[in-house]
């Protein structure tokens, strides 16, 4: 299906791995100029060139840490005519309540909880003066499943799960889209980071983390062309009257969850 977003330019946060390159793969197939940012200069140059050979689209990269002072100017410098902005990039720990100290939670908030409300507040206003726009934030569906051994990043999530709606309700009135995307489990590196960690917790041997799949809707967690699929659909024209929701794609597990 034709989404029709050639030509469009799409910004992505944390591009260079896991989700974040599955949506560079995704929207350069549509035929979308791509402005990628990322901590990892090399990783991030290795998406591009690799996304670039593929699909023949322009590939521009911004290597920077969004934490640090100036950041959110130089990448609105790097991309402020963005059509199209994926808040991506974050990592909050996991760990319960007394793991995860005060320095490392806001740590944690900094990146992924204020760095999707900062940029958002400024490419709205960008996207307001142009007529339009699109603004697509990942999340995590532990914003829904409130997990106390993930307790920084299931309030970190809500907190942007609510952001989104407040902010999605009203946006249509500047022609700009704001929608959430709660992934569950997606086979990346960190899921099976995290799931060695409760396999070594829960078994006893960080080894026998396959074992745990079995939980799993389909015995195996979403991929990651699954998810970033979905963000293309809502990028699109053909998602014209979708704002200020929240869309979870994890087979059911929330649902399993609330029965």
């Known amino acids: 299906m034709d989404m029709g977003l050639e030509g469009r330019k799409v910004l992505i946060t944390g591009a260079s791995q896991g989700i974040g390159e599955g949506l560079a793969r995704s929207f350069a197939a549509e035929g979308?100029?791509?402005?990628?940012?990322?901590?990892?200069?090399?990783?991030?140059?290795?998406?591009?060139?690799?996304?670039?050979?593929?699909?023949?689209?322009?590939?521009?990269?911004?290597?920077?840490?969004?934490?640090?002072?100036?950041?959110?100017?130089?990448?609105?410098?790097?991309?402020?005519?963005?059509?199209?902005?994926?808040?991506?990039?974050?990592?909050?720990?996991?760990?319960?309540?007394?793991?995860?100290?005060?320095?490392?939670?806001?740590?944690?908030?900094?990146?992924?909880?204020?760095?999707?409300?900062?940029?958002?507040?400024?490419?709205?206003?960008?996207?307001?003066?142009?007529?339009?726009?699109v603004i697509l934030n990942n999340i995590g569906n532990g914003g829904e499943n409130f997990d106390f051994n993930y307790i920084a990043g299931s309030t970190g999530n809500a907190a942007l799960m609510a952001f989104t709606r407040a902010l999605g309700g009203r946006s249509l009135d500047d022609r700009i889209r704001v929608v959430g995307v709660n992934p569950g489990p997606v086979d990346t590196d960190r899921i099976k980071k995290v799931l060695r960690s409760h396999a070594q917790r829960t078994l006893g041997d960080a080894a026998r983390s396959a074992e745990l799949l079995s939980a799993y809707p389909l015995g195996r967690p979403a991929t990651v062309d699954e998810v970033a699929a979905l963000f293309v659909y809502l990028a699109s024209d053909r998602s014209a009257y979708t704002s200020g929701v929240i869309i979870t794609v994890d087979g059911g597990l929330t649902s399993k969850r609330s029965v």
């Not at 689209?57 to 130089?74: K, N």
């Not at 991309?79 to 720990?93: F, Q, R, S, T, Y």
Request: charged residues 20%; negative net charge.
């Open 32 to 133: 979308c100029e791509l402005f990628l940012v990322a901590r990892s200069a090399d990783k991030l140059a290795a998406v591009a060139a690799a996304t670039q050979e593929r699909h023949g689209v322009s590939v521009h990269t911004l290597p920077i840490d969004m934490t640090v002072p100036g950041a959110l100017d130089a990448v609105m410098g790097f991309a402020e005519g963005a059509d199209v902005l994926v808040n991506n990039a974050g990592n909050i720990p996991g760990g319960n309540l007394w793991d995860v100290d005060e320095v490392a939670w806001r740590q944690g908030w900094e990146l992924k909880v204020f760095g999707y409300i900062n940029l958002t507040r400024t490419m709205y206003a960008a996207m307001k003066r142009r007529g339009g726009g």
